[in-house]
Nanobody, 122 residues
Framework: QVQVVESGGGLVQAGGSLRLSCAAS???????VGWFRQAPGKEREFVAA???????YYADSVKGRFTISRDNGNNRVYLQMNSLKLEDTAVYYC?????????????????WGQGTQVNVSS
């Protein structure tokens, strides 16, 4: 069993930056670690994912602005978010899974955190 906890959300002005952190406890992260987000009234959507052995993926909407990285030693994954836009406002979730067939499908991830709120203001 893996417990996943997100942190780092908050209120930021458009154009600003935030760094989200995802920590795992109980055991190390599974092979895939992904960030997803859900805005009010919308479905949960893929943001970024990193494979523990290397490789990262991004949604088109965040490519060039967000960077996912991992710290193997501290068992953490980060999401650096720059040039934030109003439409980035959402609850951001971190998830991990071993048998992920499609890194962008939230159904493929086994363990989820409770989410951290990101609000981008004008």
């Amino acid at each position: 069993q893996v417990q996943v906890v997100e942190s780092g959300g908050g209120l930021v002005q458009a154009g600003g930056s935030l760094r989200l952190s995802c920590a795992a406890s109980g055991r190390t992260f599974s092979t895939y670690v992904g960030w997803f987000r859900q805005a009010p009234g919308k479905e949960r959507e893929f943001v970024a994912a990193v494979i523990w052995s290397g490789g990262s993926y991004y949604a088109d909407s965040v490519k060039g602005r967000f960077t996912i990285s991992r710290d193997n030693g501290n068992n953490r994954v980060y999401l650096q978010m720059n040039s934030l836009k109003l439409e980035d406002t959402a609850v951001y979730y971190c998830a991990t899974g071993s048998l992920v067939i499609s890194y962008y499908r939230y159904e493929d991830y086994d363990y989820w955190g409770q989410g951290t709120q990101v609000n981008v203001s004008s």
